[in-house]
């Protein structure tokens, strides 16, 4: 079924996405926990966390339909 595999794809988009702010939250941790942390790079992260962090909302909204 269609609406099924639709919705197991995106419940799997959802996992992907929050392991990654996973990842990401724990290098801007690292990188901040330096003696001198590269803010150029903590910025960049934290601007993918929201972007992964709105791509959960669409996708949660899908799945409500």
Do not use: M, T, Y
């Not at 901040?32 to 993918?48: C, N, V, Y």
């Amino acid at each position: 079924d269609g609406a099924a595999l639709a919705k197991r794809q995106l419940r799997k988009k959802i996992e992907s996405l929050e392991a990654r702010i996973k990842e990401h939250e724990d290098k801007i941790k690292a990188e901040k926990s330096r003696s001198q942390p590269d803010e150029g790079l903590i910025a960049h992260w934290e601007r993918e966390v929201r972007s992964f962090r709105n791509a959960i909302l669409r996708a949660r909204k899908k799945l409500e339909g």
